[in-house]
């Protein structure tokens, strides 16, 4: 059975950093991309960062360009996502997901974990 | 700043039809596929349409997809009360190069 699991959420001050991770089971990790998708409360979901299976090709969105750092190790399975310099605004439950093997859709999300930037 | 647009909203009766529209550009949808997703309370996003209008495996046939030029449809048919959820797409857009998910339609089944 194919499992996300997401740890490393808390609460954190203005300007902290924090560090996700994304335990994957079930699936040969490495043939598979991999991204960060977060939910903040009362508002939609938004894509934040995609990692390819070989870690060569990333992607980031503009709001966390420059402060979030996306990576994997493929002998843990682990997807991880470096989060500094933290605002307000970064406050959100954080899912991992799965995509397909072309990476054009992610087919597996994980169960999410919160992240609160207090001041 | 989504570029991506969706209505906020959409509702129906028990054994209905609905559809959900998502409007893009060229950049996005006009070019690439898009996918759907829905987000019950309480659960992650599942996908729910991917490629347009392809279903994974277990997703019911009432739920299907389509698009034209830079705007797709999710359409729902025979709604069920379990289909209350928010329902949202998303597309690759060439331009920003980044994932962009429509702001979702809170679907209610009244």
């Known amino acids: 059975e194919m499992v996300l699991v997401e740890s490393g959420g808390g609460v954190v001050q203005l300007g902290g950093s924090l560090r996700l991770t994304c335990a994957a089971s079930?699936?040969?990790?490495?043939?598979?991309?991999m991204n960060w998708v977060r939910q903040a409360p009362g508002k939609g979901l938004e894509w934040i960062s995609y990692?390819?299976?070989?870690?060569?090709?990333?992607y980031y969105a503009d709001s966390v360009r420059g402060r979030f750092t996306i990576s994997r190790d493929n002998a843990k399975n682990s997807l991880y996502l470096q989060m500094n310099n933290l605002r307000a605004e970064d406050t959100a439950f954080y899912y991992c997901?799965?995509?397909?093997?072309?990476?054009?859709?992610?087919?597996?999300w994980g169960q999410g974990t919160l992240v609160t930037v207090s001041s | 700043q989504s570029v991506v647009t969706q209505p906020p909203s959409a509702s129906g009766t028990p054994g209905q039809r609905v559809t959900i529209s998502c409007s893009g550009s060229?950049?996005?949808?006009?070019?690439?596929?898009i996918n759907w997703y829905q987000h019950l309370p309480h659960t992650p996003p599942k996908l729910l349409i991917y490629?347009?209008?392809q279903r994974p495996s277990g997703v019911p046939d009432r739920f299907s997809g389509s698009k034209s030029g830079t705007s797709a449809s999710l359409a729902i048919s025979g709604l069920q009360s379990e289909d209350e959820a928010d329902y949202y797409c998303?597309?690759?857009?060439?331009?920003?190069?980044?994932?962009?998910f429509g702001g979702g339609t809170k679907l209610t089944v009244l």
């Open positions: 079930g699936f040969t990790f490495g043939d598979y991309p």
């Open positions: 998303a597309a690759w857009d060439d331009r920003l190069q980044v994932w962009l």
């Open positions: 990692i390819n299976g070989e870690s060569k090709i990333m």
């Open positions: 060229k950049s996005n949808i006009g070019t690439h596929a």
């Open positions: 490629s347009d209008n």
């Open positions: 997901t799965k995509d397909d093997r072309t990476g054009w859709y992610s087919e597996h």
